[in-house]
């Protein structure tokens, strides 16, 4: 894996810790003000049941002194009553204290049922002090560790952002631009290729874009999301497994095909070619093709023969694929393979890789590319 590459995946655990640590920060003023919210409702019931204790109790006093005034007319009328000189004036006095004792025993009905709700009012506010009591002590916890929470992330805050300096640093500066461009509006810069699919947006890549991840020899962008592109061994095999029940069973090639496609990775200076051997005529032909932009390396080689007699030293150690192309259509690709060409030699590639490796896990050795464990 590339060197930038690792730091940009150190980077983006940094950048996520720190935008998790921020957040977090961010939402404590929150959650405070949520708390005092919280005691202030509590604080409001406890004064609504003051308020209508005080009311009862303002009430209760209004009604003795409606009771008192009353009585007062009732000692008023019946004096009068002692001085009147006829029937009517008497009847008329006495129809008032009946009035008066009617009103009198109407309030003291009122009187009653404020004195039987003032026992709930009590309680009703000593609940309520309770509550606040309890509350304020809990609160007052909840805010503290707030508090100190938000000082721990403060800290973990500046030395996660010391780290993401240090680890700037080690990053080819045009990649850390592009990293940061496409993580201010995807969340995340650098994404893992897992089955031939970018995991950042999930859609399948190409397959020489996927075989230019596996490589690793320099940076690739997924065109899709644009996210950086990396690619781990381990968690390629992990997909594998699981993918086995629905991965279809690969076609061979003839062993004795006129024509073998191959693949090595180790060719001369180049590295990783296709090599296409074919036989004509008691000739051999070989055509050597670079496998990421298909450019025809040297001429075309003709020996006599039978291919696997005339280019033993190109078969041995190489990875036997799926190829069949007429002589035409390989004289009209000129200098360079089409890229549906190379795209089909490639998924056939990793579908042999594939097949190799889950072999030789099955029977606990390590997978060899040769061209017999292909075919």
């Known amino acids: 894996m590339l060197p930038d590459i690792e730091n940009l995946l150190k980077l983006q655990v940094a950048d996520k810790e720190i935008r998790r640590l921020q957040d977090e920060v961010a939402e404590l003023p929150k959650r405070v003000a949520a708390i005092e919210q919280k005691l202030a409702g509590t604080k409001a019931q406890l004064e609504r049941a003051q308020v209508a204790a005080k009311g009862d109790e303002a009430a209760r006093r209004k009604h003795d002194t409606a009771i008192a005034d009353l009585r007062g007319k009732i000692s008023k009328y019946r004096d009068q009553s002692l001085d009147v000189k006829t029937n009517e004036?008497?009847?008329?006095?006495?129809?008032?204290?009946?009035?008066?004792?009617?009103?009198?025993?109407?309030?003291?009905?009122?009187?009653?049922?404020?004195?039987?709700?003032?026992?709930?009012?009590?309680?009703?506010?000593?609940?309520?002090?309770a509550e606040l009591k309890d509350e304020t002590a809990e609160i007052e916890k909840e805010k503290e560790d707030a508090r100190q929470r938000t000082a721990e992330d403060e800290k973990l805050l500046a030395e996660w952002r010391a780290k993401r300096d240090q680890l700037r640093s080690g990053v080819d500066a045009d990649l850390l631009r592009h990293y940061e461009r496409v993580s201010k509006f995807r969340g995340t810069g650098i994404s893992e290729v897992l089955d031939h699919k970018c995991m950042g947006c999930q859609v399948m890549l190409r397959p020489q874009t996927y075989n230019e991840v596996r490589t690793g020899q320099h940076t690739v962008v997924?065109?899709?999301?644009?996210?950086?592109?990396?690619?781990?061994?381990?968690?390629?095999?992990?997909?594998?497994?699981?993918?086995?029940?629905?991965?279809?069973?690969?076609?061979?090639?003839?062993?004795?095909?006129?024509?073998?496609?191959?693949?090595?990775?180790?060719?001369?200076?180049?590295?990783?070619v296709y090599i296409c051997l074919t036989n004509r005529r008691g000739q051999a032909s070989r055509r050597v093709y670079e496998i990421?932009?298909?450019?025809?390396?040297?001429?075309?080689?003709?020996?006599?023969?039978?291919?696997?007699?005339?280019?033993?030293?190109?078969?041995?150690?190489?990875?036997?694929?799926?190829?069949?192309?007429g002589e035409s259509e390989l004289d009209a690709w000129g200098a360079e393979a089409p890229m549906v060409v190379l795209d089909a030699l490639q998924a056939d590639l990793e579908a042999a890789r594939y097949e190799m490796t889950h072999r030789a896990s099955a029977k606990h050795e390590a997978p060899v590319p040769t061209e017999q464990a292909a075919s």
Not at 230 to 256: G, Q, T
Not at 306 to 324: K, Q, T, V, W
Request: glycine share 4%.
């Open 89 to 129: 004036q008497y009847k008329a006095l006495l129809h008032e204290i009946q009035f008066a004792e009617k009103e009198i025993a109407a309030t003291e009905d009122k009187i009653l049922e404020i004195m039987v709700n003032a026992d709930a009012r009590d309680k009703e506010v000593k609940a309520a002090q």
């Open 222 to 272: 997924c065109d899709s999301c644009q996210r950086i592109l990396y690619f781990n061994p381990a968690n390629e095999m992990v997909a594998l497994e699981k993918s086995d029940i629905k991965r279809p069973r690969r076609h061979h090639p003839k062993i004795d095909a006129a024509q073998a496609w191959y693949f090595r990775d180790n060719y001369a200076d180049t590295g990783e």
């Open 292 to 325: 990421h932009t298909g450019r025809m390396i040297g001429d075309i080689l003709i020996r006599e023969g039978d291919y696997r007699h005339a280019f033993p030293e190109d078969i041995s150690g190489a990875i036997r694929l799926n190829g069949d192309w």
